[in-house]
């Protein structure tokens, strides 16, 4: 249930990182708005392509239920709200948090404009980038095993 709700937000909480991603690195290269030729490339860019994003989300689910569900996924809530609900609001919200945690790292703030704004349109779907997976690996300290799943990466 928890991995429908998240893929469900997909293009919701992408749309918001690839923003908020835009606006952290104008504020800090660009503080006084000038338009140059990568500021206006950045400012004008409105796709919603994000399929060289979807690999790093799908990771950044998994780690989430990791961390917080690993144990059991349903939970009985007593408010009233559907456990859907309840786990809509919680992804959205770590979703978030995360996303502005991620921002204080100049590589994933390049990593992100390389995958989206500054990405060639008409390239092919292509594993062109390892730096969004690597980040996130290092991040959480993690270490991510085909048939084993997530793991806690061992001293």
Not at 1 to 28: C, G, H, I, P
Not at 66 to 86: A, M
């Amino acid at each position: 249930m928890l991995e429908a709700v998240q893929l469900n937000q997909e293009q919701t909480l992408l749309s918001y990182l690839v923003d908020f991603v835009k606006v952290e690195y104008l504020m800090r290269t660009n503080p006084l708005g000038i338009r140059d030729e990568i500021a206006v490339k950045i400012q004008e860019h409105t796709s919603q392509d994000f399929r060289h994003l979807h690999e790093f989300y799908l990771n950044l689910c998994g780690v989430f239920r990791y961390t917080y569900y690993k144990d059991n996924q349903l939970e009985f809530t007593f408010d009233g709200r559907e456990p859907s609900e309840l786990y809509k609001m919680e992804w959205s919200a770590t979703f978030k948090k995360w996303c502005r945690g991620f921002c204080k790292h100049d590589n994933f703030i390049r990593a992100v404009l390389d995958l989206t704004v500054f990405y060639p349109a008409e390239s092919p779907l292509l594993m062109v980038d390892n730096r969004m997976h690597a980040f996130l690996l290092q991040h959480f300290d993690i270490k991510i095993h085909p048939q084993k799943g997530i793991q806690k990466k061992m001293a």
